[in-house]
Every structure is written in structure tokens, then in C-alpha cells.
């Protein structure tokens, strides 16, 4: 079974700074996707960034960006000049071998300090 | 226009009830599912539909049952529910191909009493 781990349950980060949050993986499957989503205090879970894992470029979306290591089945995001609005949980999900069921990491909260 | 639509966004209720949840989407999407997230945020998924037919259910109990009358509709009910039934509930829809967003609904926290 696909399993995803995000060990950092918080992270913080100072206004317009560059904060790094991390996601592996574990599957036996060659074709998949990784998801970052974020959840906002009002509930909503927004997809954040996408990446195929056929695609070696990395993913890139304004201010976020993945490093995405198939080989070591490692997803991290990167926020560059952090703003207030991106204060959040952060979830890292994967989806493959034939099926759209996402499966979740258990999520970093993030704080943003003006 | 809310392209994922869930009804009600709060329900508390006590146990040993039957209550339902309704989910919409105006995407145009063939698949929707719906996930559990627990109180420790943990989001898992419960069920999927793809056309109207079941095609994941993820050992939940009896008590829970989608339907789905339509592709752009997919209901949850739930029967004698407990206290461990107390979560957010999120219905989500994407396109049937790989890697497809999913979009999901605004969650319907149930606390059951």
C-alpha cells in the first residue's frame, strides 16, 4: 500500500521568508502524482502545486516550487516570501497505479510571523 | 457559481441518529468521492464513485452508505451514528485521467453528541 509521511507536524517562518516543508513517499508503482494541497483556517483544501512523476522538471507555481527526488521518493514544497495569507496546514498526497484516490500525508501547519 | 457544493457545512446531532450529507458538483466530472478527515486532521478517503458506480470503499462500516443519483450528485448517509463518527466530511470530484485535481467541498463538520 501507497504511504505518505510528512515528519514536520509545524514549521514556522518569518514574513518574506523562504520556508522548505517536506513529503516522502512509498509506492512500487512507476506512474503517479504528488500533490501539495493547503487548508486554510476555513476549511478549504486548495491544490497548491502538481507534479506527474514521469516529468523530471520540477514543478513550479508563482512563488511555490517542489524538489521532487524520484529516486529517494522525496515531494518538498518551497514557499518563497512567505506572506501572511500563506499560514495554513499543508498536506502531501499522492495518486497512481490506475486510481484518482488521493492519499494523504498528515500534514504541517504552518505559521507565518509578521 | 461554488463548483463542489456540500450541505449542511454543520450538523450536530446525537448519537444513535440517521443524518445525511449532499454533495453537488458543477465541473462536469465523472468521479466523486468522499474523504474523512479526523480531529487530528488526518483526511482518508471513504468512498469513490465514477459514473454513478461504486468503485472504492474503504472498509468503512455499514452505517455508511453513498449514493449517487446522478454523476453530478453524491450523498452520504449515515445510520445509528456514534461518537467516533464526529469529523469533517469532504466530498470531491475530479476528471477520470491520471493525476486529475481533485476539488472539494467546503467539509461538513459533524459532531455527534
Known amino acids: 500500500a501507497q504511504t505518505v509521511t510528512q515528519s514536520q507536524p509545524e514549521m514556522s517562518v518569518q514574513e518574506a521568508e523562504t520556508v522548505t516543508l517536506s513529503c516522502t513517499y512509498d509506492?512500487?508503482?512507476?506512474?503517479?502524482?504528488l500533490f501539495w494541497y493547503k487548508q486554510p483556517p476555513s476549511r478549504q483544501m486548495i491544490l497548491v502545486i502538481r507534479?506527474?512523476?514521469?516529468?523530471?522538471q520540477n514543478a513550479t507555481e508563482n512563488r511555490f516550487s517542489v524538489n521532487f527526488q524520484k529516486a529517494a521518493k522525496s515531494f518538498s514544497l518551497k514557499i518563497s516570501d512567505s506572506q501572511l495569507g500563506d499560514a495554513a496546514m499543508y498536506f502531501c498526497a499522492y495518486s497512481g497505479g490506475g486510481s484518482e484516490k488521493l492519499v494523504f500525508g498528515k500534514g504541517t501547519k504552518l505559521t507565518v510571523n509578521p | 457559481d461554488t463548483a463542489v457544493s456540500q450541505t449542511p457545512k454543520y450538523l450536530v446531532t446525537q448519537m444513535g441518529n440517521d443524518k445525511s450529507i449532499k454533495c453537488e458538483q458543477n465541473l462536469g466530472h465523472d468521479t466523486m468521492y468522499w474523504y474523512k478527515q479526523d480531529s487530528k486532521k488526518f483526511l482518508k478517503i471513504m468512498f469513490s464513485?465514477?459514473?454513478?458506480?461504486?468503485?472504492i470503499n474503504e472498509t468503512v462500516p455499514n452505517r455508511f452508505s453513498p449514493k449517487s443519483p446522478d454523476k453530478a450528485h453524491l450523498n452520504l448517509h449515515i445510520n445509528s451514528l456514534e461518537l467516533g463518527d464526529s469529523a469533517v466530511y469532504f466530498c470531491?470530484?475530479?476528471?477520470?485521467?491520471?493525476?486529475?485535481?481533485?476539488?472539494f467541498g467546503q467539509g461538513t463538520r459533524l459532531t455527534v453528541v
Open positions: 509506492t512500487s508503482e512507476s506512474d503517479y502524482y
Open positions: 507534479q506527474e512523476a514521469y516529468k523530471q
Open positions: 470531491a470530484s475530479s476528471q477520470v485521467r491520471g493525476g486529475a485535481e481533485a476539488f
Open positions: 464513485y465514477n459514473n454513478k458506480e461504486l468503485i
